[in-house]
């Protein structure tokens, strides 16, 4: 039987929320919780991701807003915007990677507009999560499969996330075929709680 993660927000404030921040090209952004307001952005930004690159996620298709609705949206969601503009440049969100008593161990799935890639967007947004994990509680990050042509593995190696394992070919990426993913894993609890 498959297990099911029940969806819930984890109710805490994040008082260095909304956090600014440079990109490369010298625009101003902003770190901040998701609104309502930016689902059809982050929305266009998932579809776009699975449906037209489909090198990154596991799923093959992304076709209502309920489908991402159902995967995006269920738990803590964050947001990049240009701090101008409001446009959505990025965002992740943070969820139980597991139910019950492994539920406190996170998984996180981050997104970035492909206009807006290589400027800082993901670093920025990723070094941030790290302690967004650990003030909703989580004891440990882990990322099931981050698949070894994503950006993502420098990054998430820079930050210091510990390799733990391989699983070859594990997902038949667009364009790419057979592909490995990396698992990583972040003992949240050597991050000092900030709320």
Known sequence: MAYVI?????????PYLPKTGTLKDSRAIV???YKDEDEEQVFHIMQFIINEE???YPQDIMETIEDFRAYYLTHNVYVC?????????GAFYVKPNFPG????????GFIVKKSARKLGVGYFMASNYLQIGRDLGYRASFFNLVFVNNHSVKLW????????GVIPQAGNLKGIGYT????????????????
């Open 6 to 14: 029940k969806s819930g927000k984890v109710d805490v404030s994040l």
């Open 31 to 33: 770190l901040d919780v």
């Open 54 to 56: 489909g090198n990154s």
């Open 81 to 89: 915007r240009d701090a101008t503009t409001q446009e959505v440049l």
């Open 101 to 108: 008593r492994c539920s406190h161990i996170c998984n996180a």
């Open 157 to 164: 190696r820079r930050l210091g996330m510990t390799e733990i």
């Open 180 to 195: 490995d993913a990396i698992q990583f894993y972040y003992d949240l609890t050597s991050i000092q709680k900030t709320v």
